[in-house]
């Protein structure tokens, strides 16, 4: 059993950064792959990052490729999203999961998710 629980979203000017985290519980954290997913209002959830469990794997959605970066730091059982050249299209309601599955085109949720925190992008 994981509990994940977000930090570090809030309001930031396009071409802005945010680095969001992840922090879990449990003993077992270096075990999962870790993600990272979003959903802003009307729209359905987008895969954004994923990362392997020893962080030398990572995967990323083509809206983000290039200006989010996923990282993972298991002795502090926390994962990080730096989100770079941040625009208005970026804000969302952003999710950490733990327990995901991903390939180069596909991915599968896992079964643990944060609360969630937001970030909106003024332009």
């Known amino acids: 059993q994981v509990q994940l629980v977000e930090s570090g979203g809030g309001l930031v000017q396009a071409g802005g950064s945010l680095r969001l985290s992840c922090a879990a519980s449990?003993?077992?954290?270096?075990?999962?792959?870790m993600g990272w997913f979003r959903q802003a209002p009307g729209k359905e959830r987008e895969f954004v990052a994923g990362?392997?469990?020893?962080?030398?794997?990572?995967n990323y959605g083509d809206s983000v490729k290039g200006r989010f970066t996923i990282s993972r730091d298991n002795a502090k059982n926390t994962v990080f999203l730096q989100m770079n050249s941040l625009k208005p299209e970026d804000t969302a309601v952003y999710y950490c999961?733990?327990?995901?599955?991903?390939?180069?085109?596909?991915?599968?949720?896992?079964?643990?998710w944060g609360q969630g925190t937001q970030v909106t992008v003024s332009s």
């Open positions: 990362i392997s469990t020893s962080g030398g794997d990572t």
């Open positions: 449990g003993r077992t954290f270096s075990s999962y792959v």
């Open positions: 999961n733990g327990g995901l599955m991903y390939g180069s085109n596909w991915y599968r949720p896992g079964s643990y």
